[in-house]
C-alpha cells in the first residue's frame, strides 16, 4: 500500500487518527485524563518540530540564507544571484539574544532587543496616527438635521446619481439622533476613565455611571461574540467526527476507494 | 451514609440552578451532532440576512476585475476551522470563479500556509470534478504562496514603501520546474506599489487589524474575515472606514456564501430583481452554499439551547428567591 496523499487509505488512517485525537481532547470536558494529558504534550511537540522547520524552509531559507549564498542557474530561465556574505553578520547578532540564559553573559541579549524595540518605536508614531486618526475623526458626527422634510433617509431606488448624492449629502433626523446617542455615549464613556480628579456634581457622577453601563453593554455583546466563537469552533469538531470521517470517510473506505 | 441523609433535599429552585456541568456539555454535544446529522441529511439550510458590512465586503470582492491581483493574509489553522476555514473556503472559491490572482502568506503561524494550501487542493478537486469540468487554479501562474513572515509589522511597514524590496527575496518555482524570483511570476509581475492590489483580505481569529490598517490601510481596500469574538472590537475598524468590508466568523461565513448564492441587484437588494447592472452578481448554478451553511443550523441549534439554559437558571433564581420570602 503506497502512501500518498491521493491515496483513499491514506486519507482514512489521517482521518482516524484526527478523529481519535478530537475525542480524546475533549475528555479533559469531564476531567484531566491521561489521554488528554498526552495528547496535549503530542501537540506542543508536533506544532513546535513543524514550525521549527517551517520557519526554515519558508522564512529563513529565501530572506537569509538564500542572500548570503547567493545561486547559480542549474538552467536558463531559473533565478541566479550573486551571494552577500554580510548576511552572515545576523547571525551572531540572533545568537546574542540566546544569552539571555546566562547569568554572566546576560547583558549581550540587550543588543538584539534594542535594536527590535528600536525598529518598533520608530514604527509606531506614524502607525499610532494611521490607526487611531480615522476613528478620532469618524466620532465627530454632525447632530442637527439638514433636512426637516423628512424623519428618515428616503429609498435611492431608480434615482439617478445626482439625486443620491444630494440623499447622501443631508442629514435626516433619524441619522442624527443616531449620531446624537453615538456621542452621548462616547463623552460618557471617556468621562467613566477620568481618574485625575473626583466628580462633584451630580451631572458628572450620573455621566460617569452611564458610562460604566455602557461599557457592560459593550463587554456583555464581546462575552456572547465569543459564546458563538467557541460553538462554531466545537460544531466544526463534530462535522469532523460525524460527517467527515464517520458518514464519509468510513463508507468510502469499505467500499474501496 | 448519615451524612447523606443529613443534607437538607434541595429545592426546585436550586435544582435548576445546579445542573452539573458534564449533563450541559453532554446536552450540547447531542444537540449538536443530532443537528449536524440531520442537517447533513435532510440539506436543511436555514435563511440569513446579510449585514451592510458582509455586503460591502463582497461587492468589492465581487468586482475585481479578471487577472487582478490580490492580497490572502491567513492565520486559519485547522483549530479555526469552524470559524475562518469557511471564511477561506468561499473567498478562495469566489476568487477562482472570478479568475482574480491571489498572493497567499501568513505571519501567524507557519501552519497557515499548509492548511491553506490543502484548502485550495481540495477546491481544486471540486473544479475538477465539477459539471461541466472547470480548469484548476494553479500555483506560479494564478497564486503564489510567499510563506511565513515572522515579524508582519515590519513586513508591512515596507510593502507599503516598497513592495518589490519586501517581497523580492521570495522565490517560486514555476510551471516548468525552475525556481524564480515571485516578481517574475504572472500574479506580481505587474504589481509595482501596493497600491496595484486590489484588495487585502486577512482571514484570521487574531486581532491583526492595528497592525494592517495602520500600514497599508490608506493605500488598499482592507476587508477583514475575523473570528466572532474580534468583531466587536474590528466594527470600530469599519465604521470609521478603514475597513471597507467585515465578516463576524462563523455568521459572516453563511452570509457570504448566502450572497454568492443571490447577488445583491442594482437597488442594493439580496436576491433582488431590480434592472440594470448588478451592484455584485451572484454564481448561478454553482457550488454556493458550502462548509459554513452546512454548519449554520447546528449553529442556531447550539444558540437556542444556550437560551434555554439561562432562561432555566433565571426561573430557577426566581423560584428559589420566592421560597425564600
Redesign the interface.
Known amino acids: 500500500m503506497a502512501l500518498s496523499l491521493d491515496n483513499a487509505n491514506y486519507q482514512f488512517i489521517k482521518m482516524t487518527a484526527g478523529a481519535i485525537v478530537t475525542l480524546g481532547i475533549y475528555t479533559v470536558l469531564y476531567k484531566e485524563t491521561k489521554i488528554y494529558r498526552f495528547l496535549e504534550h503530542m501537540f506542543l511537540g508536533l506544532a513546535a518540530g513543524l514550525s521549527l522547520t517551517l520557519l526554515w524552509t519558508q522564512t529563513l531559507h529565501d530572506l537569509w540564507w538564500g542572500r548570503m549564498v547567493g545561486k547559480t542557474a542549474d538552467k536558463p530561465g531559473e533565478w541566479s544571484q550573486n551571494g552577500a556574505w554580510a548576511w552572515v553578520l545576523l547571525l551572531p547578532l540572533a545568537g546574542m539574544a540566546y544569552t539571555i540564559f546566562s547569568r554572566k553573559h546576560n547583558w549581550m541579549s540587550r543588543v538584539p532587543i534594542g535594536i527590535l524595540i528600536g525598529i518598533t518605536a520608530g514604527q509606531a508614531i506614524q502607525n499610532w496616527f494611521n490607526q487611531y486618526g480615522p476613528q478620532v475623526e469618524n466620532s465627530i458626527k454632525p447632530v442637527i438635521p439638514t433636512d426637516w422634510s423628512r424623519m428618515t433617509v428616503p429609498s435611492k431606488s431608480g434615482l439617478t446619481p445626482e439625486a443620491i448624492a444630494t440623499i447622501d449629502n443631508n442629514l435626516y433626523l433619524s441619522q442624527a439622533i443616531n449620531n446624537l446617542i453615538f456621542l452621548a455615549t462616547l463623552l460618557c464613556v471617556l468621562s467613566y476613565f477620568i481618574f485625575c480628579t473626583d466628580f462633584k456634581t451630580k451631572f458628572m457622577t450620573r455621566m460617569s455611571s452611564t458610562g460604566r453601563l455602557v461599557l457592560m453593554v459593550g463587554f456583555g455583546a464581546i462575552f456572547g461574540t465569543t459564546i458563538m466563537t467557541r460553538f462554531g469552533l466545537l460544531i466544526d469538531r463534530m462535522y469532523f467526527v460525524w460527517i467527515e470521517w464517520l458518514m464519509e470517510s468510513l463508507p468510502r473506505m469499505v467500499r474501496g476507494g | 451514609m448519615d451524612d447523606q441523609m443529613d443534607k437538607p433535599k434541595k429545592s426546585l429552585g436550586e435544582k435548576l440552578q445546579s445542573v452539573s456541568r ?1 449533563a450541559l ?1 453532554l446536552t ?2 447531542g444537540v ?2 443530532i443537528s ?2 440531520l442537517s ?1 441529511w435532510m440539506g436543511i439550510q436555514v435563511p440569513s440576512q446579510p449585514q451592510d458590512c458582509t455586503k460591502d465586503a463582497y461587492k468589492i470582492l465581487r468586482n475585481i476585475p479578471e487577472g487582478q491581483t490580490m492580497v490572502i493574509d491567513t492565520g486559519t489553522t485547522n ?5 475562518s ?1 469557511c471564511q477561506m473556503e468561499a473567498t478562495l472559491r469566489m476568487m477562482m470563479r472570478e479568475k482574480v490572482k491571489f498572493v497567499l502568506y501568513t505571519w501567524v ?3 497557515c ?2 492548511v491553506a494550501k490543502s484548502m485550495i487542493a481540495k477546491i481544486n478537486v471540486e473544479r475538477r470534478t465539477a459539471k461541466p469540468p472547470q480548469p484548476e487554479y494553479r500555483e506560479w501562474d494564478d497564486y503564489v504562496i510567499l ?4 515579524d508582519g ?2 513586513m508591512l ?1 515596507t510593502v507599503a514603501s516598497n513592495i518589490r524590496e519586501a517581497w523580492g ?3 517560486e518555482k ?1 510551471t ?1 520546474g ?4 515571485v516578481f ?1 511570476s504572472p500574479v506580481l509581475q505587474n504589481v509595482r506599489r501596493v497600491e496595484d492590489l486590489k484588495a487585502y483580505v486577512p482571514i484570521s ?1 487574531t486581532n491583526l487589524m ?2 494592517i ?3 497599508v ?2 493605500k488598499v481596500p482592507v476587508i477583514s474575515m475575523c ?3 474580534m ?3 474590528q466594527y ?2 469599519y ?4 475597513l471597507k468590508g467585515l465578516l ?4 459572516g461565513a453563511v452570509e457570504l456564501e448566502s450572497l454568492m448564492d443571490k447577488g445583491i441587484d442594482a ?2 437588494v439580496v436576491g433582488g430583481k ?1 434592472a440594470g447592472a448588478p451592484l455584485a452578481a451572484s454564481f448561478p448554478g454553482q457550488k454556493n452554499m458550502a462548509r459554513a451553511s ?2 449554520y443550523f ?2 442556531c441549534c ?2 437556542a439551547l ?1 437560551l434555554v439554559t439561562i432562561l432555566v437558571g433565571n426561573v430557577g433564581m426566581m423560584l428559589e428567591r420566592r421560597g425564600a420570602r
Open positions: 458534564n456539555y450540547l454535544f449538536v451532532s449536524l446529522v447533513h483549530a479555526s476551522r469552524g470559524e476555514g503561524e507557519p501552519q500556509v499548509e510563506g511565513f513572515f515572522p509589522g515590519t511597514q527575496a521570495k522565490k514555476d516548468a525552475n525556481e524564480r524570483g517574475e481569529p492595528p497592525t490598517v495602520s500600514r490601510g490608506r473570528a466572532g469574538v468583531f466587536p472590537e470600530n475598524y465604521k470609521s472606514g478603514q463576524n466568523g462563523l455568521l437597488d442594493g431590480a452546512d454548519y447546528a449553529f447550539a444558540m444556550l
